[in-house]
């Protein structure tokens, strides 16, 4: 009966606010916080560790104390950020509590060098970091998370997202078309499904860029942006052999996020919904 809703901008300072939405022609704010650390996040993890529920978002920003003191936040002239941690227990009072400064974060390169999203599967928040790979970082213990490893891709792939349905990965670009699906049979070892990797493409066979990705059921949904709007997806049911199952093009969208819910798809496509 809640919904929650992020508010951030690119280079950081925002919050997270609940609402009550049992009565959705009348929603009512519950309780929000606010962090000078929160940036601009595509995607939201959450877990519940020891009886108490975290979310994990994207993070910017950093310490003062870690620049020298001061109101400096940097270290050796570059910006500090990553994964950062909120405690939502308490919906009516959410509160920031930790942070973790990921290697090679850059700013302002938006969509090179970034955290852009995050997945929380188990102990472990898949952190997707553009040009920089994906992150795996323990969060078995929210309050102190720490960076177990660092995965590039060959060819290098700036990663937007990388969602987790039980042992299968599917890591999307942001703003590209080429996708891979992965085994986290072990989910310390990425491994690539042989016959996994594919670039998106339409009704039609032409290739299409995506804007952002997700996985519902067995498809991988894409919200197309290149040439007309509209959702695209994918049947990942056979990993080793992803095919096209359809789409649905609208020539004066432009997509950004999508979404499943049963047998509806939902996507935002720029001046419309």
């Not at 929603?27 to 940036?39: A, K, N």
């Not at 950020?81 to 509590?97: L, M």
């Not at 969602?163 to 080429?178: C, F, P």
Request: net charge negative; charged share 20%.
């Amino acid at each position: 009966g809640r919904l929650l809703l992020p508010w951030a901008p690119e280079d950081g300072g925002g919050g997270v606010s609940f609402f009550d939405v049992s009565d959705p022609c009348a929603p009512t704010l519950v309780g929000e916080g606010y962090s000078d650390l929160m940036r601009e996040s595509h995607t939201l993890g959450f877990s519940r560790v020891d009886g108490r529920d975290y979310l994990a978002v994207d993070y910017h920003g950093g310490l003062a104390t870690r620049g020298g003191g001061g109101d400096d936040d940097t270290v050796d002239g570059e910006v500090l950020g990553g994964v950062g941690f909120w405690d939502i227990t308490d919906p009516t009072a959410p509160v920031w509590v930790s942070e973790l400064d990921l290697p090679g974060y850059h700013y302002p390169d938006s969509y090179t060098r970034l955290t852009l999203s995050v997945f929380w599967q188990g102990p472990y928040v898949y952190v997707s970091g553009a040009g920089n790979g994906v992150y795996i970082v323990d969060a078995s213990n929210p309050l102190a998370p720490l960076l177990v490893d660092q995965v590039r891709f060959e060819p290098s792939l700036l990663v937007g997202s990388m969602h987790v349905v039980g042992n299968l990965a599917m890591v999307s670009t942001a703003g590209g078309t080429r996708t891979l699906l992965l085994d986290v049979s072990d989910p310390l070892d990425l491994r690539p499904i042989p016959g996994g990797e594919f670039n998106v493409g339409d009704g039609q066979g032409r290739t299409r860029a995506y804007y952002f990705a997700n996985v519902g059921g067995h498809y991988g949904m894409f919200a197309r942006k290149d040439a007309g709007g509209g959702p695209i997806l994918y049947d990942l049911s056979d990993p080793g052999r992803p095919r096209f199952a359809g789409d649905a093009h609208t020539p004066d969208g432009s997509g950004g996020y999508v979404f499943r819910h049963e047998q509806y798809v939902f996507v935002g496509d720029s001046n419309f919904g």
